[in-house]
């Protein structure tokens, strides 16, 4: 299968009808908070996105995505490689009806649809891209350059033991 530029919008119920597969690319230019995230990334993004009905009828849509960003260390504020592969499973839904939302396998994601039945595919996937990266980006222990011994700044200082304010209801108790 050649990689293509994906659609940024696409019906997930004509192309669950059809069948539709996709193994393409989506440009990191067009994932502005993404961008703005992260240090560095990669060009472009791999995407695999299946469209189908499942035993339910219910019409899914799957795959994965993966790409490459720079992001900084916060330990030794130096930029590192992290590789972002991520899996999805989404069924789309029409408005918010909570029925709606509870009559769905807990396996499926609900994602909503425009008035026109459309999924905007380019910021629900840069969504995804943003979850999975880390709270917080540190190196391994091994690869980070700032060791145990240098992550100490100075010697903390024994505080004077105050007296127990309950001492006197000590001196209670044993009369």
Not at 84 to 105: A, H, K, N, R
């Amino acid at each position: 299968m050649q990689k293509v530029k994906l659609p940024k919008q696409v019906d997930p119920v004509k192309s669950a009808v059809k069948r539709s597969e996709y193994s393409g690319v989506m440009m990191s230019k067009d994932m502005p908070r993404l961008v703005e995230v992260v240090s560095g990334i990669a060009d472009t993004i791999d995407v695999y996105l299946k469209f189908e009905k499942d035993e339910q009828g219910l019409t899914i849509f799957h795959g994965t995505l993966s790409t490459s960003v720079e992001l900084i260390c916060q330990r030794c504020n130096d930029s590192m490689a992290h590789s972002i592969d991520v899996s999805f499973c989404f069924s789309p839904v029409q408005g918010q009806e909570q029925s709606v939302l509870d009559e769905l396998p807990e396996a499926y994601e609900p994602v909503e649809v425009n008035d026109h039945g459309e999924v905007n595919l380019l910021q629900l996937f840069e969504d995804e891209l943003m979850l999975s990266l880390p709270i917080v980006a540190l190196h391994a222990e091994e690869d980070c350059p700032v060791k145990e011994e240098d992550m100490s700044f100075g010697d903390i200082e024994p505080v004077d033991e105050r007296p127990n304010p309950f001492a006197v209801l000590k001196e209670l108790k044993r009369d």
